[in-house]
């Protein structure tokens, strides 16, 4: 069954690898996702990610156009295998023709710098998709979720008071009149408020699951769940096992697969079928998995229909919801 994916941080590996002298291909890798194990997974669509750290990277902005020109060289190889869209039609000609699709995404807004004439250059570099923050807070908004100090000496506490700057709001606005999707993920609560009540088409958290279920400040509540599903968006099912449940102190961390169709039922009987999706996260976690890379998605087919899933709820979730979300905002 064609899969659609809406995260994996696969480009910032490619591009950590490069820098540390270690070159590895889009084509087959020891990472988690390549073509080959996209083929192995029948993948139809692989969101692509230019995650920049901004406490680590010299110079962001010069980092994410780095990898973007990456994403090109690598993407662009195997025009048999994996072509690049910009476009809801071009996604749907890949798909006619059993050809993947490889669309691009930033996750984190503050490569931007705040400025809006660099988020239309992102736009017309190709740029689809974006999340406002990752883990710090930027021009745009404040993120949610306990992260360490730049220095290294404490914990950020999870974000619930403070949501987008006036600049993330004009941000939102400008995001949806390109054409662009607002990605909700590592938002801090009010953040993905605020954009709820901000944007008028769908809004997506490309990887994030159920608070109800795993209590990481990342996953969303279910009054959230309820508004992106009213909204049309769609959430992706992220695979990382602190994600999935929560883990007691020295308790081995597992990502499983029963754990993700669990979260799947929930988030179907809180918003509806049409707003589930997957977003992996592959090559952006580190936890021990039962489905180890993208090759192995028919696990997760599998462990749906034993738990009931029909064909159309499993069709919609692997790649109709994120189809028909791609077609209203990306046109
Ligand atoms: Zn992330």
């Known amino acids: 069954m064609k899969a659609i994916d809406l995260h994996c941080d696969t480009i910032g590996e ?19 996702v390549d073509l080959e194990k ?51 039609k071009e996604i749907e000609e890949n798909w006619a023709k059993g050809r993947m699709s490889a669309l691009l995404s930033i996750e984190e807004g503050g490569v931007c710098r705040g400025n809006p004439a660099f988020l239309r250059d992102f736009y017309r570099l190709g740029v689809r998709m974006m999340t406002l923050t990752w883990n710090y807070p930027n021009e745009l908004a404040y993120p949610n979720r306990l992260s360490r100090l730049p220095d290294g000496s404490g ?33 801090g ?26 209590s990481f400040p990342r996953n969303l509540t279910d009054d959230m769940i309820r508004a992106i599903a009213e909204r049309g968006g769609i959430i992706g099912i992220n695979y990382c096992a602190a994600f999935l449940e929560d883990f007691g102190p020295g308790e081995q961390e597992i990502s499983r697969v029963s754990r ?7 988030i179907r009987k809180v918003g509806g079928i049409g707003c ?5 996260d592959f090559d952006g976690i ?11 998605l028919g696990k997760l087919a599998r462990e749906m229909e034993r738990a009931g899933f029909t064909d159309g709820e499993m069709e919609a979730v692997f790649s109709g919801n994120a189809r028909r979300v791609f077609r209203e905002v990306l046109g």
């Open 38 to 88: 996209m083929e192995a997974g029948d993948y139809g669509l692989q969101v692509f990610a230019l995650f920049v750290n901004m406490e680590r990277a010299e110079d962001p902005f010069a980092c994410c156009m780095e990898m973007a020109d990456l994403f090109y060289q690598e993407l662009s190889a195997y025009p048999e295998r994996i072509g690049i869209v910009r476009t809801s």
């Open 155 to 187: 914990l950020f506490e999870a974000e619930t008071e403070r949501g987008l700057t006036e600049i993330g709001a004009a941000f939102v606005e400008e995001m949806e009149r390109l054409g662009m999707l607002i990605d909700v993920s590592h938002l």
């Open 14 to 32: 490619l591009y950590r690898l490069k820098k540390e002298g270690h070159p590895q291909s889009i084509l087959k890798n020891s990472r988690m």
């Open 260 to 266: 993700m169709v669990e979260h799947m039922k929930h």
């Open 276 to 280: 589930l999706g997957l977003g992996s």
């Open 286 to 296: 580190s936890c021990e998995l039962e489905m180890e890379n993208a090759g192995q």
């Open 189 to 214: 609560d009010k953040g993905v408020w605020d954009v709820l009540r901000l944007a008028k088409g769908p809004v997506i958290a490309s990887h994030s699951n159920a608070r109800a279920l795993a």
